[in-house]
C-alpha cells in the first residue's frame, strides 16, 4: 500500500473544502473525505495485518523514500509499525467523528473544515513520518488550525487559551528542535530516524539530548507541570477542535516520547525513568483530584484528560514491555474515548446552552440516545471492564508491577487509586446531569441526538468496544513494535 | 568589449533603465498612469534577463568579479524590487514625482549591485555609499509629511556616520596588509591588535545597515517616517544585500580574524534577536512593528552566519528569499490599509477578516512565514539557519534562538487575532485592490507557500 494517499486523501479533501461553492457542498465534500481516508486507514490495518501474517518481519513495512533537500540530507522517507497504524487508525475515526459533530456550524464554514481537515492532515504525516525533520515538520503543520480554530470559533476566553496553546506548544517545539539538531549533528547529519537508531551516540550525549525532546514532546502531552494549555485550550476549543486536540494532537506528542525520545535515547531513558514516574504519577492523581473540584463539564474532561494521559507517560517511565503496551493501548483508547467524551458535551451544550453541571438534570428523558452515550463513555473513563479504558490501564499496571522495586511498585499503587476518584467525578457528574428529577423546565422541549450526531458517537462507540471486548488486534499490533522499542532500551 | 556586456549585464540593463526614466523625465514626461506599468514591464524584464546569459568572471584588474551565485543574489535582489513595484502601485500612483524615485531606487540597486561584485574596497566603498545615500531621499518622499524629512535626516546622518567609520576601518586594513584587493587582504592578515581594531570598525559599519543592536536605533524611525515603498525596500532590499556582502567579507576575508568574529557574532545576535523581540512586544503602529520584527529577523541572520561555512550562506541566502516574499507581502497588506484610509495602527486591524478576507489571509500567511510556523517557507528558512547555527556545537546558541521564535510568535499572533477574532464595531472597509497590487500579492502568497515545499531550491542555492 502506497502511504502517500494518507497524505493525499485529506489534502485533495481540504483543496476541494476551498473550491466549493456552499455550505452544504462543504460539508458534504468533507464528509465524503473523512470517511475515504477511515476506509483507506481500515484498508492499511488490513493490508499491514495481512503482511505480519506472511511474515514479513521487517520494522518497518511500505517504506517509501523521496529525497528532499539533498545538500541537508532530508529524505520524505516514511513506513509504519503496529504502532504507526493504531494511530492512525485513530486518527481516521476522530477525523470522521469531528466532521459529523460540526454539522451545524454555520459561522465561516468553508474556513472551519478547511482547517479541521489540515489538523487531520498534520497528524497522518506525522504518523508515518520516519525523518524527524519532516516529522517535525507535520508536528508544527498543526499550529495554525489549532490557534484559529479555538480564536475564531471557540467559547469563554477563547483569545486567552488560544494564545497559551500556540505559544506552550512552540515552546515545546523549540526544545524539540534542538535536541533534533543535537541528534543531527553528532550522529552524522541524518534525521533519519532509521539511520538514527543505528547510531552510536555516547550516554553523556542522550543524557543532554533526552530532557529536551522528551520534555519538547511532553509539552505536547500533557507532562505535568507542563499540562496548563490543556484545560484552556480544551474547554474553549469548539466542539470539534476539542475532539481534534484531545484525541488526536495530545498523542502525537506520546507518540514523539516514545518513538524519537525513548527509542533513539534509550540511555537518556533509563536515566530520567524516575523522574517520568514521579511527574505522570503526579499528573495522573492531580487530574483527577483537581477534576472533582470542576463544575464546567467541558473542564471535567479536560483535566481528566490530564490524568489519563498521565497513564501514558507512566508507561513510558516504567521501562517494560508490557508498560509500553499499555500506554500505547491507554493513547489509542484515550483518543477515542475523549473524542467522544467531547462530542457528547457539545451535543448537550448546543442543546441546554450550558455546560454548568449544576444547571442540568434528569435529560435521559428527554435525550436518551444522547444520555447512554455519556453513559457509556463516563463508565468507560472510570475503567469498566469491558471498554477500553479498562484493557489499557489494566496493562499500565500489570507492565508496571513487573518492575519489583519498592519505588515502582508505590507509583502504581499511587497511580491505581485515582481510579476511585475517577469513579468520584464521573459518576457525580453523570448522575447530576442524566439521572434524577429535570431541574431546568427550558430543558423538556429538548430533542436527541441527530442522524449525524448519531453516526459519530455510534462509530466512537464501536470503537470503544473494539478494544474493550476484543483487544487481542490491537495488542497483536503495538506488542510487537513496543519489544522493538524495550530492546533498544535492553541492549538487545 | 564582449566580456564587459556579458559579466555587467545586469548592472548595464540597469542603468539603461535609469538612462530610459531620465529621458522621459527631462523629455516630455509623461502621467504616472502610463508610467508605473512602463516601469513595472521593465522591471519584469529586468528580473527575467537576470537568469540569462550568466558568466563567471572577473573585470577591471580583479576589481570586479561575478559568479553564478553573486547573479542568484543579484536576481532575488531584482524580483524583490519588481515586487514593491507591484505591492505599492496605490502609493506610487499618487506620487508626483514618480519618475524621480524610481531613478533614487534603481541607482540604489545598481549600487547594490557593485556592492556584491566588489573584489576591492575602493569600488565596495563607493557602491555602499551609492546604495545608501538614494535611500535617504527616498525616505524623504512623503514631501507633505514631517516625519518622512526626519525620517530621511536621520537617515543620512547615521548612513554618514557609518560611512566615516568604515572608511576608517578600511584606511587601518590598508594600514596593516598595505592592499585594498580583498583576496589579496585575506592572504595578510595575522591577527595583530591592529588589524582586529580595524575589523571592530568594519563590522561596526555593517552593523548599522544591518541595524544590528546596538546599532539599530535609526531603524524605527526611519521606518515609520518613510513612504511603504521606501521602507520596504530598506528592510529587504538593503538589508538582503547588505547581508550578502557581509558575509562574503567573513568568509573570504576576515577568516583569518575568525576567533575575533565569532564571539562577536554570537554576542551581538542574541542581543538583536532579543532586544528587536521585547520591542516588538509594545508596538501598535505597524511599520514600526515590522521594523522591530525586522530587526529581530536579523539576528536570526547572524545565527547562520557564524557558522562559517558553505551551510551557513546558503541558509542565509534562502531566508532572504523567503524574507523577501514574507515581509513584502506584510508590506503590501500594510500599504494597500494606509494608503486607502490612513490607518496603519494594530488596533485598527480588528474585524479585518469580515471586510478584506483575501488580504487578511495574504497578511497572516506572511506574519505565519515571519514567525516561522509551517507550512509556510519560513518553518524552513528558520530552521535552515538555526541548523547552520548548530554546526559548530553552539546549542545554547541555537536554544536561546528557538526560544525567541517563541517571543516572535507571540506578536505576530497578537496582529493575527486582531484581524480574525477581535470584534470591532468599525473594521475598515472593504479596499479595492489594484490588478498590480493582486498580482503581486499573488506571487508574495505563491512564494511563501512554494518556497518551502519545493525543496530543489534549497538544493539549487546550496550547488551554487
Redesign the interface.
Given at each position: 500500500m502506497n502511504l502517500l494517499v494518507l497524505i493525499g486523501a485529506p489534502l485533495l479533501t481540504a483543496l476541494a473544502v476551498l473550491v466549493a461553492r456552499n455550505k452544504q457542498q462543504v460539508k458534504w465534500i468533507s464528509l465524503a473525505g473523512s470517511f475515504l481516508q477511515l476506509g483507506l486507514a481500515i484498508a492499511l490495518l488490513l493490508a499491514f495485518r495481512q503482511e505480519r501474517a506472511a511474515n514479513n518481519t521487517a520494522q518497518m513495512l511500505f517504506e517509501q523514500q523521496y529525497k528532499?533537500?539533498?545538500?541537508?540530507h532530508?529524505s520524505f522517507h516514511f513506513g509504519v509499525d503496529g504502532i504507526s497504524v493504531a494511530m492512525i487508525l485513530l486518527t481516521s475515526f476522530v477525523v470522521v467523528a469531528g466532521v459529523l459533530v460540526s454539522w451545524n456550524v454555520e459561522k465561516m464554514t468553508k474556513e472551519f473544515y478547511f482547517l479541521l481537515l489540515l489538523l487531520g492532515l498534520g497528524a497522518y504525516g506525522f504518523f508515518i513520518s520516519l525523518d524527524l525533520?519532516i516529522l517535525?515538520?507535520f508536528l508544527?503543520?498543526s499550529?495554525?488550525p489549532k490557534?484559529?480554530l479555538i480564536?475564531?470559533w471557540g467559547s469563554g476566553k477563547?483569545?486567552y487559551s488560544?494564545?497559551k496553546l500556540?505559544?506552550m506548544l512552540?515552546?515545546g517545539s523549540?526544545?524539540i528542535?534542538?535536541g533534533m539538531?543535537?541528534l543531527?549533528?553528532t550522529a552524522g547529519n541524518s534525521f533519519d530516524i532509521m539511520t538514527l537508531s543505528k547510531a552510536t551516540i555516547t550516554p553523556e550525549t542522550q543524557h543532554?539530548l533526552f530532557p529536551l525532546l522528551f520534555v519538547g514532546f511532553g509539552v505536547f502531552t500533557a507532562l505535568f507541570p507542563l499540562h496548563t494549555w490543556v484545560p484552556d485550550g480544551h474547554s474553549s476549543a469548539p466542539t470539534a477542535g476539542s475532539m481534534f486536540l484531545a484525541g488526536i494532537s495530545m498523542k502525537l506528542g506520546g507518540y514523539g516520547c516514545l518513538r524519537v525520545a525513548t527509542y533513539l535515547l534509550p540511555e537518556g531513558a533509563k536515566e530520567y525513568a524516575t523522574i517520568i514516574i514521579v511527574l505522570s504519577a503526579i499528573a495522573i492523581l492531580y487530574g483527577a483530584f483537581a477534576t472533582m473540584m470542576q463544575k464546567d463539564l467541558k473542564y471535567i474532561n479536560a483535566y481528566s484528560s490530564v490524568s489519563h494521559v498521565g497513564f501514558s507517560l507512566l508507561g513510558i517511565g516504567m521501562l517494560t514491555q508490557t508498560a509500553i503496551t499499555g500506554a500505547l493501548m491507554q493513547m489509542v483508547s484515550h483518543g477515542v474515548m475523549t473524542a467522544l467524551f467531547f462530542a457528547v458535551i457539545g451535543m448537550i451544550y448546543d442543546r441546554t446552552h450550558t455546560r454548568m453541571v449544576a444547571d442540568m438534570g434528569g435529560l435521559m428523558k428527554q435525550m436518551p440516545f444522547i444520555s447512554t452515550v455519556f453513559f457509556i463513555v463516563g463508565l468507560c473513563s472510570l475503567g469498566l471492564p469491558g471498554l477500553s479504558g479498562f484493557v489499557a490501564e489494566m496493562t499500565v499496571f500489570v507492565g508496571s508491577w513487573q518492575n519489583a522495586d519498592a519505588f515502582h511498585r508505590v507509583a502504581t499503587l499511587a497511580a491505581a487509586m485515582s481510579i476511585v476518584v475517577t469513579a468520584v467525578y464521573i459518576l457525580r457528574a453523570i448522575g447530576r446531569t442524566v439521572m434524577g428529577p429535570n431541574t431546568n423546565e427550558a430543558h423538556l422541549v429538548l430533542k436527541d441526538a441527530n442522524w449525524n450526531e448519531k453516526l459519530a458517537a455510534i462509530l466512537l462507540v464501536a470503537g470503544i468496544l473494539a478494544i474493550g471486548i476484543a483487544p487481542g488486534w490491537l495488542n497483536d499490533l503495538l506488542r510487537p513494535a513496543a519489544e522493538v522499542i524495550m530492546n533498544r532500551i535492553t541492549g538487545q | 568589449m564582449n566580456e564587459l556586456l556579458t559579466l555587467m549585464k545586469s548592472e548595464l540593463v540597469l542603468t539603461g533603465i535609469i538612462f530610459l526614466l531620465l529621458f522621459i523625465k527631462i523629455g516630455k514626461g509623461m502621467k504616472n498612469e502610463t508610467l508605473l506599468p512602463l516601469v513595472q514591464v521593465l522591471l519584469l524584464v529586468n528580473f527575467i534577463f537576470g537568469f540569462v546569459l550568466n558568466k563567471e568572471g572577473r573585470l577591471f584588474g580583479d576589481m570586479f568579479y561575478t559568479t553564478s551565485l553573486i547573479a542568484f543574489q543579484k536576481n532575488i535582489l531584482n524580483l524583490g524590487v519588481y515586487l514593491i513595484s507591484l505591492l505599492c502601485t496605490d502609493w506610487l500612483k499618487k506620487t508626483p514625482h514618480l519618475p524621480e524615485f524610481f531613478l533614487l531606487l534603481l541607482s540604489a540597486l545598481l549600487g547594490m549591485f557593485f556592492m556584491i561584485s566588489s573584489a576591492n574596497l575602493l569600488i565596495f566603498y563607493l557602491s555602499l555609499e551609492l546604495a545608501s545615500i538614494p535611500v535617504a531621499a527616498m525616505a524623504n518622499f512623503d514631501l507633505d509629511k514631517k516625519r518622512s524629512a526626519e525620517g530621511a535626516m536621520k537617515m543620512i546622518l547615521s548612513s554618514a556616520f557609518s560611512s566615516g567609520i568604515l572608511l576608517f576601518g578600511i584606511s587601518l586594513v590598508y594600514g596593516s596588509t598595505g592592499t585594498i584587493s580583498l583576496p589579496e587582504i585575506a592572504g595578510r592578515l595575522d591577527g595583530s591588535t591592529l588589524q582586529v581594531l580595524a575589523f571592530i570598525f568594519f563590522f561596526a559599519a555593517f552593523a548599522f545597515k544591518l541595524s544590528i543592536v546596538p546599532f539599530h536605533l535609526w531603524t524605527a524611525d526611519v521606518y515609520e517616517g518613510s513612504p511603504i515603498a521606501t521602507t520596504a525596500f530598506l528592510s529587504v532590499i538593503s538589508k538582503g544585500s547588505v547581508a550578502f556582502i557581509f558575509m562574503t567579507m567573513l568568509y573570504r576575508v576576515f577568516q583569518p580574524l575568525l576567533d575575533t568574529w565569532y564571539p562577536m557574532l554570537v554576542i551581538l545576535s542574541i542581543a538583536t534577536m532579543v532586544i528587536g523581540n521585547l520591542f516588538a512586544l509594545r508596538q501598535q503602529n505597524i511599520k514600526r512593528f515590522l521594523a522591530f520584527s525586522s530587526i529581530a529577523q536579523v539576528g536570526f541572520i547572524l545565527v547562520a552566519v557564524s557558522s562559517n561555512d558553505h551551510?551557513g550562506s546558503?541558509a542565509v541566502i534562502y531566508f532572504v528569499l523567503v524574507y523577501i516574499f514574507s515581509n513584502l507581502a506584510a508590506f503590501g497588506v500594510a500599504s494597500v490599509i494606509a494608503e486607502q484610509t490612513g490607518k496603519e495602527r494594530i488596533d485598527d486591524f480588528k474585524g479585518f477578516y469580515k471586510t478584506n478576507p483575501f488580504l487578511s489571509w495574504i497578511l497572516a500567511l506572511a506574519l505565519?512565514s515571519l514567525a516561522g510556523?509551517?507550512?509556510t517557507a519560513g518553518?524552513f528558512g528558520k530552521?535552515?539557519l538555526?541548523?547552520a547555527g548548530?554546526?559548530r556545537?553552539a546549542?545554547w546558541f541555537?536554544?536561546v534562538a528557538?526560544?525567541n521564535?517563541?517571543i516572535s510568535?507571540?506578536y505576530y499572533?497578537r496582529v493575527?487575532?486582531a484581524m480574525?477574532?477581535?470584534k470591532n464595531d468599525t473594521p475598515i472597509e472593504p479596499l479595492k485592490i489594484s490588478a498590480p497590487v493582486r498580482l503581486g500579492m499573488i506571487i508574495c502568497g505563491a512564494g511563501i507557500i512554494l518556497t518551502g515545499l519545493l525543496?530543489w531550491i534549497?538544493?539549487y542555492i546550496?550547488?551554487l
Open positions: 528532499l533537500f539533498q545538500s541537508l532530508i525533520f517535525f515538520f508544527e503543520i499550529v495554525i490557534y484559529l480564536g475564531i477563547k483569545e488560544a494564545n500556540a505559544l512552540m515552546g523549540a526544545l528542535l534542538v539538531l543535537g543531527y549533528f543532554i | 551551510m546558503t505565519f510556523v509551517p507550512p518553518f530552521l535552515f538555526l541548523t548548530g554546526a556545537a546549542y541555537i536554544t528557538a526560544l521564535m517563541i510568535l507571540y499572533l493575527v487575532r480574525f477574532m477581535d525543496s534549497y538544493d546550496h550547488s
